[in-house]
């Protein structure tokens, strides 16, 4: 089973950037649809940006714009580059693929707090 291990997270003002890494643990990344998930407390776990193996993109509303997501089938690696960070986009993000892979496939996740 493939091991997905999220990083980068952390404790960032209002308007601040953090850049988000998923490291996977087989190659067989580039052959799949990538994913950032996030959950909030109290909410569900929602899908905030996807990545298709050529390299398509896709945003939610609530980060077009400001959220970047990437891909270095080479590290096997996955990224997310956010700026402008608002305090809603606080929350634990999580890699998987997309649609995610079985149930048993999250990670740790990395946890991102916007706070003043």
């Known amino acids: 089973q493939v091991q997905l291990v999220e990083s980068g997270g952390g404790l960032v003002q209002p308007g601040g950037s953090l850049r988000l890494s998923c490291a996977a643990s087989?190659?067989?990344?580039?052959?799949?649809?990538m994913g950032w998930y996030r959950q909030a407390p109290g909410k569900q776990r929602e899908l905030v940006a996807a990545i298709s193996s050529t390299r398509n993109t896709n945003y939610a509303d609530s980060v077009k714009g400001r959220f970047t997501i990437s891909r270095d089938n080479t590290k096997n690696t996955l990224y997310l580059q956010m700026n402008s960070l608002k305090p809603e986009d606080t929350a634990v993000y999580y890699c998987n693929g997309e649609p995610p892979w079985s149930s048993g496939s999250w990670g740790q996740g990395t946890q991102v707090t916007v706070s003043s």
């Open positions: 087989a190659n067989i990344f580039r052959f799949y649809a």
